[in-house]
T-cell receptor, first 110, second 118 residues
């Protein structure tokens, strides 16, 4: 069974601090997505990474796909209160089926 | 462009009753997925449609769950009869495959239906 472990599970930081969230697996994925979910809403796609070693930037968010395509990280620079939410990674098994990670709940304090 | 919509947003039913959840995907998306998150667990895949055909239903928990996508547009997920362990949030997602040197699949999620079985 493929599993995606995210760490940390919970993170509470002050506004302006930097943070990194990790998504790890023993399985190889053809692509990996990061989502952010807020209460009462569905996950919102942030980015898709496809190539091993790929780095994508979305304003203050930097996403990296591991060289072996088994792991990924999300780094947020100078966190803001608006970054608060549940961050999910999801790895594609083939082209269609996604395995979701356990989630990282981030709270950014003013 | 409208996103994925789901109805109802919440449903509270008694054990043994039937509930039908509906998903309207993004217009033009051939792929439609159902996922479920039960309390404290990760989101888990239930099944995948390509147009009106079931491509993969390996995640469906048991035969009390029936998904349909007549005409390849909206989809319904019926639970009959509902059990306590069916409680959770049911998400629908849709996608089109981005074909290129590296094909990949960007899924867009609906807001979910929160099902509570009492």
């Amino acid at each position: 069974t493929q599993l995606l472990e995210q760490s940390p599970q919970f993170l509470s930081i002050q506004e302006g601090e930097n943070l990194t969230v990790y998504c790890n697996s023993s399985s190889v994925f053809s692509s990996l997505q990061w989502y952010r979910q807020e209460p009462g809403e569905g996950p919102v796609l942030l980015v898709t990474v496809v190539t091993g070693g790929e780095v994508k930037k979305l304003k203050r968010l930097t996403f990296q796909f591991g060289d072996a395509r088994k792991d990924s990280s999300l780094h947020i620079t100078a966190a803001q209160t608006g970054d608060t939410g549940l961050y999910l990674c999801a790895g594609a098994s083939g082209t269609y089926k996604y395995i979701f990670g356990t989630g990282t709940r981030l709270k950014v304090l003013a | 462009e409208a996103g994925v919509t789901q109805f109802p947003s919440h449903s509270v039913i008694e054990k043994g009753q039937t509930v039908t959840l509906r998903c309207d995907p993004i217009s033009g998306h051939d792929n439609l997925y159902w996922y479920r998150r039960v309390m404290g667990k990760e989101i888990k895949f239930l099944l995948h449609f390509v147009k009106e055909s079931k491509q993969d239903e390996s995640g469906m928990p048991n035969n009390r769950f029936l998904a349909e996508r007549t005409g390849g547009t909206y989809s319904t997920l019926k639970v009959q009869p509902a059990e306590l362990e069916d409680s959770g949030v049911y998400f629908c997602a849709s996608s089109q495959i981005r074909v290129g040197i590296l094909s990949y699949n960007e899924q867009f999620f609906g807001p979910g239906t929160r099902l509570t079985v009492l």
